[in-house]
């Protein structure tokens, strides 16, 4: 078996953007020497998100705006006004840890053949929440 | 170490809908002779999901009108009033964009003693948020 | 290949809560004298979760609340009227089946060094959302 491990450095300097790691995870498949097996992507904060969609400006535009509506930024910690609890603890990022809910932690994506098995739009990016500073991404591939 | 790498090509002849794969799944499983290991099983498509939930028509309407509150069809170009900057691509299909992103992209399922490994109402579904062309599902199993 | 197969049972004397079973992962890991691989763990049942996010319990009633103004609590039939149509079969917990999808179905974590690869606040949680009844979680890891 042959596996890889790759923490990726990120940071954003702002407090919420999409950023393109894919073509650093396909490098990394040829660097693991991995024909065929699976490969994890993970954000390791809790207030970031990796995802795999459209390439597309709009798109990006259009998920901000959406998540602002599911889960409206408030560093109040009053719920009945529109805060959150979780900004007790002196955080005023709460909002963050639920966008992630949404977008998700990780994606699993095969390999085969030596590349990764993706479809003909799928590209996969990083979604941070709560940025200006310095966060990691996991990649852990296994396989053959 | 065994694996086995699958397309599966879907046709749904309407906009959107939620299809059983599960009993395709569980063939793929007996073809790879895989004892033990993972399963992925994912949409390559970036406006449909791979999800696991019950298997009741009921449910599957349910979702349906969820998914269009939290995220509406609409093929217009303006946020405010409704529509989505994705659409001035000349597509109308943001809104699938956004269900796709609740529903998931993919499921990681166990294989055990030659089995998926699943609990008693777990059912394998692909969910189609638009259809009326030629989609891919792909399934890599990794054991031994 | 070494793997280790495991089920977890759950018994959550209430409708609805968030519960560690972070520190039964990590056991796990050790038991599979796994040092490199990929860990698998998921709810068995399509009324609960496995997720991962921060160990702070202003967040998780955050959580709980906003789920419920995402897809309330209804026991109804009427989706007219708030209810749902999976409540026909008898059930009341058509909420519950809606809530899983936007927490999701499983994570996958890395394995190295014999170690869940985990970053400094990720925390792994099992999200009971149809409770007062015995339920399994999966674990399913693989690797050398």
Same mark, same amino acid.
């Given at each position: 078996m042959k596996?890889?491990?790759? *923490?990726?450095?990120m940071e954003i300097p702002?407090?919420?953007a999409i950023v393109s790691i894919h073509h650093q995870i396909e490098q990394l498949v040829t660097e693991s020497g991995i024909s065929d097996g699976l490969a994890l992507i993970n954000a390791m904060h809790i207030t970031a998100s990796v995802f795999i969609n459209d390439n597309e400006s709009g798109l990006h535009a259009d998920y901000?705006?959406?998540? *602002?509506?599911?889960a409206p930024f408030d560093p109040g910690t009053d719920p009945d006004s529109g805060g959150y609890l979780h900004n007790r603890t002196g955080e005023d990022n709460a909002?963050?840890?639920?966008k992630r809910q949404i977008m998700g932690r990780e994606v699993v994506v095969a390999i085969t053949n030596g590349r990764l098995h993706l479809g003909p739009w799928e590209h996969i990016f990083y979604y941070e929440f709560d940025g200006n500073r310095r966060k990691r991404i996991l990649v852990k591939m296994i396989g053959e």
């Open positions: 596996t890889l491990t790759k *923490e990726i450095w702002k407090r919420r901000d705006r959406w998540l *602002e509506q599911l909002d963050a840890h639920h």
